[in-house]
């Protein structure tokens, strides 16, 4: 008896040490691997639809990363596939009245996650977080719920993984990275260094988008891709999200010019952003054939292009919230009278 426990340990220490080296080594990445991912800045791609505008540089660089699926996908495809250009939100950033921040509703990286999906896209998600915690992150939370699939880490990223997943020719999109602050693209690698493409390198006093940099330890921020499922968009998703935020978005317009009026100062000013979708929500719903709606909403984005003229640093906007706050008012009475028009969709 006791030999053949012993053939059978032995068997068992055979098949585990096979699993754990032979059978890996189809698996190990490329020593060196390169793609030629194609630039995409948001600044640059907003100034075809009207003026530039920044703060996109997650959709930029989530354009970036499913264009090596399919060359032919648009920026402003990948910002209407978030669902929320029809939004708007406030909060108080130091938690009270004195200080008061608006802009598009939900979290950068939940959007592209929402966009990568809605392009027909499954996400992937890697993201450093203490253990037993990491599954409460709206990260792994959003992309578990989007059908995608989510994994944390605590001390090393898995660089063997995103070495494997860019060989397989699909570039990162990294929140951060050794190269660079803001979001950007990992488009390669060699044993000590990574290659980034970057949406705006004028943010940082750079001239080129593609750049590189020692790999110091590795990736140690949120990183995310993507794989084909469907690749196509799904309109009805994103028509059912706009129209969800439409009914909300005047009521809050309403509220964020009372907080104005009250004393609030502005912090941190997004209207270019929320200018910006707008005038894609236009793009979007004509091409949708919704024509009321998109009137209706380009009137809402030449009342908010009038108020980029009050952006800072250049301005201060706070000397102007009495202006600010009578255009929000008026944007708001013109989104509530299309609440009626999203009911028959």
């Known amino acids: 008896m006791k030999k053949y426990v012993l053939v059978f340990i032995a068997i068992s220490v055979a098949v585990m040490v096979y699993f754990l080296f032979f059978s890996q080594k189809g698996f190990n990445p490329p020593e ?3 793609l030629n991912v194609t630039h995409v800045s948001d600044i640059e791609e907003s100034r075809k639809y009207g003026q530039g505008a920044g703060g996109h540089c997650y959709l930029a660089s989530t354009a970036m990363m499913l264009k090596s699926f ?3 996908i648009e920026f402003w495809q990948v910002v209407i596939a978030r669902g929320n250009a029809t939004s708007f939100t406030y909060y108080f950033p130091k938690g009270n009245e004195s200080e008061i921040k608006e802009g598009l509703d939900g979290e950068g990286t939940i959007m592209a996650l929402k966009a990568i999906k809605n392009m027909g896209y499954q996400p992937h998600v890697r993201l450093r977080a203490l253990p037993i915690l990491g599954n409460n992150n709206g990260w792994v939370r959003v992309a578990k719920e989007l059908g995608g699939e989510a994994k944390t880490y605590w001390l090393t990223p898995p660089m ?5 997943v860019i060989a397989s020719g699909i570039p990162l999109v990294a929140a951060g990275s050794p190269c660079w602050q803001d979001f950007n693209v990992i488009e390669g690698y060699t044993k000590d260094k990574l290659f980034v493409v970057v949406p705006d390198p004028d943010d940082q006093g750079k001239t080129d ?3 590189s940099c020692s790999m110091g330890l590795g990736l140690q921020n949120e990183v995310f891709w993507a794989t084909p499922e469907d690749k196509q968009m799904h309109h009805l998703e994103i028509l059912a999200d706009m129209k969800l935020y439409a009914k ?3 009521e809050k317009m309403m509220m964020y010019a009372n ?3 009250k004393g609030s100062s502005i912090v941190n000013y997004e209207i270019e952003r929320l200018y910006l979708a707008r005038l894609l929500a236009t793009k979007y719903l004509e091409e949708r054939g919704y024509k009321e709606l998109a009137a209706g909403y380009q009137k809402s984005a030449l009342l908010f292009g009038e108020l980029t003229k009050f952006v800072p640093p250049d301005v201060d906007e706070d000397k102007h919230k009495e202006e600010i706050a009578k255009t929000i008012r ?3 009475e013109n989104e509530k009278s299309l609440i009626d028009k999203w009911s028959g969709l």
Not at 160 to 164: A, F, I, Q, T
């Open 209 to 211: 988008p593609k750049m």
């Open 248 to 250: 909300d978005a005047p």
């Open 70 to 72: 399919d060359p032919l």
């Open 160 to 164: 063997d993984e995103y070495k494997s």
């Open 330 to 332: 008026e944007i708001a």
């Open 32 to 34: 060196e691997y390169r």
């Open 259 to 261: 907080y104005l009026e």
